[in-house]
């Protein structure tokens, strides 16, 4: 048998190097707290662009997200924790972390909130068109089943939407405990 060879730090100088608002060294996202009850939901909606010069069925669906984000970010007790927007081509997302399922049904449903006039124009108007299409996924995880590694990071993703740690002070990630129970420790000097 050959020992297996530990993977050196490689973040000990990165506190003295890493720009203004970069997290240095590696961190995860702490779960503990944020009155998530053991679970987060991740939310992923978007809609691509089908048809370009058909500006009047996808315009209201790509200026109706900002709003309702807006919408939600003014009320903290939404459920809301973090949102950030993604392109590629002629797919927009949105990728959400939210308190629980229930909060992000009842805002998807609630009359009163942007999202559900929204959703019934988008029904009315565009929907049988082709002319934009929409999507998204919902993921309820178990926060014992999450695992994060930022390193060298601003604050991001899930350690943006609700709070981070240096990687070491929270629970062992799963990564550790795939390979060996231990983070990687730098060799011994000789």
């Not at 020992?3 to 203004?20: H, Q, T």
């Not at 939600?72 to 939210?98: C, H, I, K, N, T």
Request: avoid cysteine; proline fraction near 7%.
């Amino acid at each position: 048998m050959t020992a297996v060879e530990r993977i050196p730090r490689a973040y000990a100088d990165a506190g003295s190097n890493v720009p203004i608002g970069v997290q240095p060294g590696p961190y995860v996202a702490d779960l503990d707290g944020d009155g998530l009850d053991g679970k987060v939901a991740v939310f992923v909606i978007g809609m691509r662009i089908n048809r370009l010069r058909a500006v009047r069925s996808w315009w209201p669906v790509f200026t109706a997200m900002p709003r309702m984000l807006s919408e939600l970010s003014a009320e903290p007790d939404s459920g809301l924790l973090g949102a950030r927007g993604y392109f590629s081509g002629r797919v927009l997302m949105v990728l959400q972390y939210w308190r629980s399922v229930d909060d992000l049904g009842a805002y998807a449903r609630d009359p009163a909130r942007l999202h559900q006039p929204a959703w019934v124009r988008f029904n009315q108007a565009a929907a049988g068109s082709g002319d934009v299409g929409i999507f998204h996924e919902t993921y309820e995880v178990d926060a014992a089943s999450v695992e994060t590694v930022y390193a060298n990071m601003p604050p991001f993703g899930l350690g943006l939407a609700t709070s981070s740690a240096p990687r070491g002070t929270r629970r062992v990630s799963r990564t550790a405990r795939r390979v060996g129970g231990h983070a990687p420790e730098a060799p011994a000097s000789s």
